[in-house]
């Protein structure tokens, strides 16, 4: 007489195994993900500072160029040519900027039109920045006139 065969029933153990592998897949799946979640957060970043370094350049140029004009503005078209060079390297701290002023006297009485420009490096490239105006003339014969008071004021009462 044949017997039949016995009733196939896994094994705990070969049932643990399976169980770990997908253990194992899961958690290389969820490492990958995280990889790639990473990389991109590190290259939003660096394209974040990278922004935010443009852009505080390109405010200290505009300041710097707003200097110039205004020493344009109150030395007047005249007298900033005796005062002050018409290009040259900006102060410290921002020895890394060097400015260029050109100005186009406009005929008699019409204003000069200025040109304030603001040049430096920038990850190895030439950048610059350039800010124009017109500026009028001083008319009448006292162009810096005396600003000092007539009588000494007393600040001690």
Do not use: H
């Amino acid at each position: 007489m044949v017997t039949p065969p016995a009733p196939y029933f896994p094994s705990r153990f070969g049932r643990s195994r399976a169980r770990r592998a997908f253990a194992l897949i899961e958690a290389l799946a969820a490492s990958v993900v995280l990889g790639l979640g990473l990389v991109a957060v590190m290259g939003l970043t660096a394209r974040a500072i990278a922004a935010q370094t443009r852009g505080e350049r390109l405010a200290i140029a505009a300041m710097l160029a707003d200097e110039r004009l205004n020493l344009v503005l109150a030395s007047g078209i005249e007298g900033y040519e005796s005062s002050f060079a018409l290009r040259g390297r900006c102060e410290e701290p921002f020895e890394d900027y060097s400015y260029e002023v050109v100005i186009n006297e406009g005929s008699a009485g019409d204003p000069a039109f200025v040109i304030a420009e603001i040049y430096w490096k920038s990850g190895g490239r030439d950048q610059s920045i350039s800010v124009e105006t017109l500026i009028a003339p001083r008319l009448g014969d006292d162009p810096d006139p005396d600003r000092r008071p007539d009588e000494t004021v007393d600040r001690s009462e």
